[in-house]
């Protein structure tokens, strides 16, 4: 099938496609605008008591994902010719963001490997090469619920699944600030209005007030992202200082 192929491998094939079966993604999910695998670790497991984890070495709290399962897994759904980038989730991972989401959303897929217990035995990060993917700074019981956090991102970019309604283009962290109030009918609710110029009809001054909101906003909440826009885009010179001040401009 073409489209954006996503394998999961995981304890807990059951909780796919779960809420990626639904809504937007799983209309085009049905649709086929991308496909889902899952892969059951136990699947991958040897012996009489197909083990798939084991106590930690130096001990400590905990079960500890055995590399050599992990990696009969992952070589028996991605071979080494699989173009796809192989995640990990993980609490240590790089966090995800928008534009890794759309980085992905641009590729041919993901093979993504969810842990469990304390985790997955390193060697198999290195030795297969996976990239470890932070949904944020939390601790899940594991993986699953991160894989579909960032399937469900991804999906959504792809060619055709948001279909007119919106490109996106203008959501928060797509321009790098936080997305402007949105409003709908009725005019009046308990008491409050929608802000007039929303109802103006004027379309200059509505995208002037709607970037000056997202702006504000991202100002209060994620002043590290309003001074990263900033940098980005510095104000305009005053054009009569700049004329004052140097004559041969
Ligand atoms: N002992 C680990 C946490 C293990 S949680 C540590 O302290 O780093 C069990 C599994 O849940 C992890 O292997 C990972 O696959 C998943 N997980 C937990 N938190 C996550 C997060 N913030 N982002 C992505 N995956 C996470």
Known sequence: ????????????????PGPLGVSLSGKALSEGAWSLQTAFLRDHAEGRHRSVDDTPAGGGPGMVLRADVLGRAI??????????P??????????????????LAAGPGVVIVCGRFEGVDER????????????????LSGG???????????????????????SGDEESFET?????????????WEERGIPEVLVSGD???IADWRRAEALALTRERRPELWEAWMREHPPAPDRKRRRRTRPDD
């Open 203 to 205: 379309h200059k001054r």
């Open 86 to 103: 192989r995640l990990l989730m993980s609490p240590r991972g790089a966090p995800l963001t928008q534009a890794r989401v759309r980085e």
């Open 144 to 166: 699953e619920l991160g894989a579909m956090v960032l399937i469900d991102a991804v999906v959504r970019l792809l060619p055709g699944v948001m279909g007119a309604a919106a």
């Open 176 to 188: 790098g600030l936080l997305e402007y109030p949105h409003y709908t009918r009725p005019q009046v």
């Open 1 to 16: 099938m073409s489209g954006f192929s996503a394998t999961v491998i995981t304890l807990y094939p059951e909780m796919f």
């Open 124 to 139: 198999v990060i290195e030795a297969r090469g996976l990239i470890e993917t932070s949904i944020g700074d939390y601790v």
């Open 75 to 84: 070589d028996a759904v991605a071979p080494p010719q699989d173009p796809r």
